[in-house]
């Protein structure tokens, strides 16, 4: 079993919601997750608008502090680091967001844009970091003569590879990708998610890669998360949940997505997810799911079900498995 | 077929778009036909032109861009030599749109059963009381629950998944021959996306609509259309029954699009990638726009724009590997 680079344990994060006077509730955006990612893998982690995995990723980062739990990056605490540790972290450690026009500040040149990194972290100045960042560029399959450019000069996929360029200066570790090819064109997302692939073995790198695309999560990831309002409802190997899903809303997105075959259509018949997904400031008592499972039995809402190992690394958190 | 089976034909659309930077050419000799009853899809990656050819067959191609010659046949009566004021009773009441975004062809201000009705009060002068308890009718069966309580909502009150709904019932107020569906699904979550794409097969099916259904993502077509073209940079290169498209994909342009789609039928840890990136339309690639980007690019292509070749029946293709 490869070495496990972040662990999260039972990390919630609440966002209160204020009133006049005093807090009026929380938005429960994240609920108890426990999840480990190992070293060189993706962990690939999946979900519908809302359900909590973006806050959860930015949790791990240490850009907002967990309401409860803990997190260990590298078998130390992120969430106790000090400010020589955390510059540390930050290095080890980046983010590639989901819009390439909106990530990158329009009015640098993209020489400064890869390069900023390298001088925050006292990596390389002067001439030493043009010739970093040209070796960068090289990496992600950029030119030299597109140092000296500004970003509105490059197609949506060029400033994608600017942004996993910048991702990379500091020889980072582990890499968040947040939505990183939602926003490209399928034959320039083929190329991105190709080129993060021999990126992860070229570089011995680890991501965590955020998506509510199921087959690009299918395509790049290793492990899987599938979350719900907030909650880890399965997690396994690519092969556990795509081919032997067990939680019954995993099983309604795979049966929902659209397939790519006119032969797989799916009968209307067919028991669709119905309704849509609650409000997290006032979830679901016990399973967050059971209003819109179509299994649900009365204990569903009243025991939160516990994620439950169901073999080799397959967890599932369901009173009907 | 005979002509009365075909509710829209498209013949040799050309729309450019008349910029400071030069002639954008934006559809180049664009023809395709839709029959009653059927959903046409209309695949390609952004810039391709899908949006173009609604826009043009609408007549609401702005300025700087300007319809250069074709015919739009509704019916066999060319809507490009229709008045602005015979448009505006067309649109809405022969053909309608649901487009990407249902926040934005909302207005804010009005209320959703106003605005499921207004179409019907412009179109059919119906009153407003009854238009108003008709909307309710056709909300409840876009599965809307609580139709009369979510008639009085203003649009930021619905989930964007309501909001879909409501500008389905919109589209539908008057009972169009056409409709026109522009990337309906794309910023819905795949179990909402779900419940809207059987939603409108199964309108489709009581109504008897024909659909023109444009949309990037392949799997969506596969899902949805009888048949499917496939744009690249202004030009239909292939055209075909959705089985076809998916088993025997003749044009290059559409073989490598499908194997750079991720998917649970291939396994390969590589996707195919299309060497370049899509034209700028100010100045295309001379004869077939796709050959600066064509692994089997011959002498012919960079020469000859490739005419359209029936490899089989209801099968085309624009290439030179099949003349």
Request: aromatic share 6%; glycine share 8%; hydrophobic share 40%.
């Amino acid at each position: 079993m490869p070495e496990p680079l972040v662990e999260c344990r039972e990390v919630s994060k609440y966002f209160p919601i204020k009133g006049l006077l005093r807090d009026v509730g929380n938005v429960r955006a994240v609920e108890q997750v426990s999840l480990t990612i190992h070293k060189h893998k993706t962990y690939g982690l999946v979900g519908e608008s809302g359900c909590g995995k973006t806050t959860l990723a930015r949790t791990i980062m240490r850009l907002v502090p967990p309401t409860a739990g803990e997190i260990y990056f590298n078998g130390q605490n992120v969430l106790t680091f000090d400010k020589d540790e955390l510059m540390k972290f930050r290095r080890e450690t980046s983010i590639v967001f989901q819009d390439p026009y909106t990530s990158l500040d329009p009015r640098m040149i993209i020489a400064d844009v890869v390069g900023e990194p390298l001088s925050i972290h006292g990596i390389a100045y002067g001439e030493d970091r043009e010739d970093m960042v040209l070796s960068l560029l090289d990496k992600v399959g950029l030119k030299p003569e597109h140092m000296y450019r500004y970003p509105h000069e490059f197609s949506g996929g060029q400033r994608q590879r600017i942004a996993i360029a910048r991702a990379l200066a500091g020889d980072p570790e582990f890499i968040l990708l947040d939505e990183a090819s939602s926003a490209l064109d399928v034959s320039v997302q083929a190329k991105i998610l190709n080129l993060l692939n021999r990126l992860k073995e070229n570089l011995a790198l680890t991501y965590l890669f955020i998506s509510h695309n199921l087959s690009v999560i299918r395509h790049i990831s290793d492990e899987i998360g599938v979350m719900y309002l907030g909650e880890l409802v399965e997690q396994g190997s690519r092969e556990q949940v795509f081919d032997s899903p067990l939680h019954p809303y995993t099983q309604g997105i795979l049966a929902a997505s659209p397939k790519l075959d006119p032969d797989k259509r799916t009968r209307s018949e067919k028991i669709v997810l119905k309704g849509e997904i609650p409000s997290a400031i006032n979830p679901p008592g016990g399973c967050r799911f059971h209003t819109r499972c179509p299994m649900a039995i009365p204990l569903c809402s009243q025991e939160l079900p516990a994620l439950r190992d169901m073999g080799e690394g397959h967890m599932v958190s369901c009173h009907r498995v | 077929m005979e002509k009365e089976d075909k509710i829209l034909v498209v013949e040799n659309l050309r729309t450019q778009f008349f910029t400071y930077g030069g002639v954008v050419e934006a559809l180049d000799d664009v023809s395709f036909e839709i029959f009653n009853g059927e959903i046409f899809g209309l695949v390609g990656e952004s810039g391709c032109g899908k949006s173009v050819t609604v826009a043009s067959v609408m007549g609401l191609v702005q300025k700087p861009g300007k319809v250069i010659s074709g015919k739009v046949l509704l019916e066999g009566e060319d809507l490009l030599r229709k008045s602005e004021r015979e448009m505006s009773w067309i649109r809405g009441s022969r053909i309608s749109v649901i487009s990407q975004d249902p926040t934005s062809s909302l207005n804010p201000l009005f209320k959703i059963g106003y605005q499921v009705s207004e179409p019907m009060i412009f179109h059919r002068r119906v009153k407003r009381k009854a238009a108003w308890a008709e909307a309710e009718q056709l909300l409840l069966r876009m599965g809307v629950p609580d139709p009369a309580g979510k008639a009085r909502n203003f649009p930021h009150e619905l989930s964007g998944g309501m909001r879909q709904r409501a500008v389905i019932a919109m589209a539908l107020a008057c009972n169009p021959d056409l409709l026109i569906a522009d990337e309906p699904t794309t910023n819905l979550d795949v179990t909402i996306e779900r419940q809207i794409l059987n939603l409108v097969r199964q309108l489709q099916k009581y109504l008897g609509t024909s659909v023109l259904w444009i949309t990037h993502d392949m799997a969506v077509i596969a899902e949805m259309c009888d048949r499917v073209a496939v744009m690249y940079a202004g030009n239909i290169v292939e055209l075909s029954d959705v089985r076809t498209i998916f088993k025997h994909p003749a044009h290059p342009y559409t073989v490598k699009l499908l194997n750079a789609i991720p998917s649970a039928e291939s396994t390969a840890k590589e996707l195919d990638e299309i060497p370049g990136a899509v034209p700028q339309l100010i100045d295309p690639p001379s004869g077939c726009r796709f050959h600066p980007r064509c692994e089997r690019a011959m002498a012919v292509c960079s020469g000859e724009k490739p005419e359209d070749v029936t490899i089989e029946k209801g099968h085309m293709v624009a290439c030179h590997l099949y003349s």
